[in-house]
């Protein structure tokens, strides 16, 4: 359990317990007890609503003024998954339209380090839809990671999206756009 815990903070720490246990599916007291285990080996750090964050030591944290870059997540990626309180990421108007009743989380644009739409290949390129006003800067930021990703999927079947299809209807769109590969 204390390898498991060492594992899951190296990845995504500083994390609590709570996000631990949602994470590795142990139960909280479990997850607590391993990072009990451990307090000499870890790093408390004071959460912002003032829970309790480990992290193993020596860990790199950016500065709360370090910008954080756009990224187009993949479907199901752990950044969305790992954590209890996936508010952190997902701002909470948005969760019921990136994670599906079914399981299914939808890849995602983030920006600013939260949900901000959602993306899927199209002709070439990725469309993506923003679910609010995105500043230009962040839709060039956005491009240059699309042509990055149209390259890593090129050799990949474009059928694995289809499925999901369906979903685009549904979704707000405050701005759709078509980034080149």
């Given at each position: 359990?204390?390898q498991?815990?060492?594992?899951?903070?190296?990845g995504f720490?500083?994390?609590s317990a709570?996000d631990?246990?949602?994470f590795?599916?142990?139960?909280?007291?479990?997850?607590r007890?391993?990072?009990?285990?451990?307090?000499?080996q870890?790093e408390?750090?004071e959460?912002?609503?003032?829970s309790?964050?480990?992290?193993?030591?020596?860990a790199?944290?950016?500065?709360?003024?370090?910008?954080?870059?756009p990224?187009?997540?993949?479907?199901?990626?752990?950044?969305?998954l790992?954590?209890?309180?996936?508010?952190?990421v997902?701002?909470?108007?948005y969760r019921?339209?990136?994670?599906?009743?079914?399981?299914?989380?939808?890849?995602?644009l983030l920006?600013d380090?939260?949900?901000?739409?959602v993306?899927?290949?199209?002709?070439?390129?990725?469309?993506a839809t923003a679910?609010?006003?995105?500043?230009?800067?962040?839709?060039?930021?956005?491009a240059g990671?699309?042509?990055?990703?149209?390259s890593?999927?090129?050799?990949?079947?474009?059928?694995?999206?289809r499925?999901?299809?369906?979903?685009?209807?549904?979704?707000?769109?405050a701005?759709?756009?078509f980034l080149?590969?």
């Open positions: 359990m204390q498991l815990a060492r594992r899951y903070l190296e720490g500083p994390a709570a631990l246990a949602q590795t599916l142990l139960t909280r007291s479990a997850a007890d391993a990072l009990d285990a451990m307090a000499g870890l408390r750090r959460g912002p609503d003032g309790t964050l480990f992290d193993v030591p020596g790199p944290l950016p500065g709360e003024d370090t910008p954080c870059p990224r187009l997540m993949a479907m199901w990626d752990s950044v969305l790992a954590y209890a309180d996936r508010g952190r997902i701002p909470p108007a019921a339209l990136v994670i599906r009743r079914n399981g299914d989380v939808l890849p995602t920006v380090g939260h949900v901000a739409g993306w899927r290949p199209a002709g070439g390129g990725i469309e679910f609010r006003e995105l500043p230009e800067r962040a839709w060039q930021e956005l990671e699309a042509r990055a990703l149209v890593f999927l090129a050799a990949r079947d474009p059928a694995v999206y499925r999901f299809a369906h979903w685009w209807k549904e979704l707000p769109a701005e759709v756009r080149p590969g």
